[in-house]
């Protein structure tokens, strides 16, 4: 999936995440929206990929720092920054949380706030990973520089449907964000 894809899907995967949030955190969970969408593209960029010239080709080509498709793209290591939101140590803060005073009655708790930016930022990533497996190229499963990975083989990156899969999925959310809140 090409780039406007991701983030499409981060997003969706952002706004499902607040959505799921809003109960335990109130406003605090809106900040997974814009995190999810840059999720969305974080195993891509954390390869820290760059253009360099090809003589041989006689083009640009990309080149990364960690090869693309293998560490940042292993389910693995999203399960355990997953399982770090789900377990995050909230207790620990209680007494000691820095909050934020909007008014002289609404404050924002910080730990919230990190909470739920980070679950956005996570729920981009998987989602990330979870639409790179229709691509032929697939996702690593046992180990991360492995030749063996999982596809599905439905579409190759840069198909025109790409954009068209995450506003689909976007709308889905929507319209089950709206279902969900009763509107």
Do not use: C, Y
């Not at 292993?74 to 789900?86: C, F, G, N, R």
């Amino acid at each position: 999936m090409g780039r406007t894809g991701h983030h499409l899907t981060g997003l969706a995967a952002g706004l499902l995440t607040a959505a799921a949030g809003w109960h335990a955190f109130g406003p605090s969970s809106l900040v997974a929206a814009p995190f999810g969408w840059s999720g969305g593209t974080a195993p891509d960029w954390l390869e820290i990929a760059h253009a360099e010239f090809s003589g041989s080709r006689q083009k640009w080509v990309r080149v990364s720092v960690i090869p693309h498709r293998t560490i940042t793209h292993w389910w693995p290591l999203w399960l355990v920054l997953t399982l770090l939101v789900v377990l995050w140590p909230s207790a620990l803060f209680i007494s000691n949380t820095p909050q934020i005073h909007l008014f002289a009655s609404k404050t924002i708790n910080i730990s919230n706030v990190l909470r739920m930016a980070l679950a956005g930022f996570t729920a981009g990533g998987v989602m990330h990973l979870l639409m790179d497996v229709p691509n032929p190229t697939g996702i690593p499963i046992l180990m991360p520089m492995a030749r063996s990975r999982w596809s599905l083989g439905w579409w190759k990156s840069g198909n025109a449907l790409e954009p068209l899969a995450g506003m689909a999925m976007v709308v889905a959310v929507v319209v089950g964000v709206g279902v969900f809140f009763g509107g």
